[in-house]
């Protein structure tokens, strides 16, 4: 990349209860002061980022960065847009959002002023992988940074994003929100039949509960589902608990909480793959970055690719 570096901004202006509107107002006065180059959106419907990223791209092959400000949601709306370009531009990440579990998995700060300055003190891309999804029923690609839920996470996330999120978000209480639908899909949520095919290994389930494929350690807002997970292996991380009793889950998610030793427990399966095919038999929430999945049964093939992008490398 040129000498000479411009940054165009999306912001999303629903992420964080419309918190991220109020942190681009700062961050722009930091940017005229230093007098950084840049150009500016705003969203003003869902995937609007993903339009706003792919036709800028598609215009400005060199010497840009499509920087995504707002939280995972957003960060996914703006890699599939880059990703589906014809020109592959790095991408900038300023965390505005409830979760934001890249931040923590790449060692982003996640304060918005903190990372706008890791942002513009960047001076070459990094290059990680990236998920990236089929359905097969009809053959579309889409691109996630994070992760994909089938079962239990999301449909927790389904039910805090259909709760109290935005409204608990305004006072930054998400995490309430959250807890509230932990408790109700712990209850609710039953077990699922499912197939996951690992490189060619095939494996049955037939209670299915929690369903994690994922390219980076966190989940749910800095759970660390896959604390081995690596953003530059070309694998995903696959981990998969059945239906348990209440006292089993709780044991599984304290470890999960404290200690990140729940991947030695026999009640969780884990595994890491280059392709893998993962199918349910019922129709069950899906969530991708935290972001809701329609309800289906889910036929999915997921692979990575790689996508630059631009930050200090803190993993």
Not at 85 to 103: E, L, Q, R, T, V
């Amino acid at each position: 990349m040129d000498e000479k570096t411009n940054y165009y901004f999306i912001v999303n202006k629903w992420a964080g209860a419309q918190h991220s509107v109020q942190t681009w107002d700062k961050l722009h006065q930091y940017l005229l002061q230093n007098k950084v180059q840049f150009e500016r959106a705003v969203t003003e419907y869902p995937k609007h980022a993903t339009e706003l990223a792919q036709k800028f791209a598609d215009e400005h092959p060199t010497n840009w960065v499509i920087v995504a400000l707002g939280g995972d949601g957003t960060l996914l709306e703006v890699l599939n847009g880059v990703q589906r370009s014809k020109n592959k531009i790095p991408i900038g990440y300023i965390p505005a959002g409830s979760g934001n579990d890249f931040a923590r998995a790449v060692g982003l700060a996640r304060d918005p002023y903190q990372a706008l300055q890791q942002l513009i003190q960047t001076t070459a891309p990094i290059e990680l992988d990236v998920g990236v999804y089929q359905d097969q029923n009809n053959q579309i690609e889409h691109y996630f940074s994070n992760n994909i839920g089938i079962g239990f996470d999301a449909s927790v996330v389904y039910q805090a994003n259909r709760g109290q999120k935005i409204k608990l978000s305004k006072w930054h209480l998400e995490s309430a929100a959250y807890a509230s639908a932990l408790l109700k899909t712990l209850i609710t949520q039953k077990g699922f039949p499912l197939n996951i095919t690992i490189d060619g290994e095939e494996y049955k389930f037939s209670n299915a509960f929690v369903v994690s494929l994922t390219n980076i350690k966190y989940f749910g807002g800095g759970i660390g589902i896959a604390p081995l997970a690596q953003m530059t292996d070309g694998k995903i991380d696959v981990v998969i608990t059945e239906k348990l009793n209440i006292f089993r889950f709780i044991r599984l998610f304290t470890k999960l909480l404290i200690n990140g030793k729940h991947l030695e427990m026999p009640d969780v399966f884990f595994k890491t793959g280059r392709q893998i095919r993962v199918q349910s038999f019922s129709a069950e929430h899906g969530q991708v970055n935290g972001e809701d999945l329609p309800q289906q049964n889910f036929d999915l093939k997921i692979w990575t690719t790689k996508q630059n992008f631009w930050f200090t490398n803190q993993i």
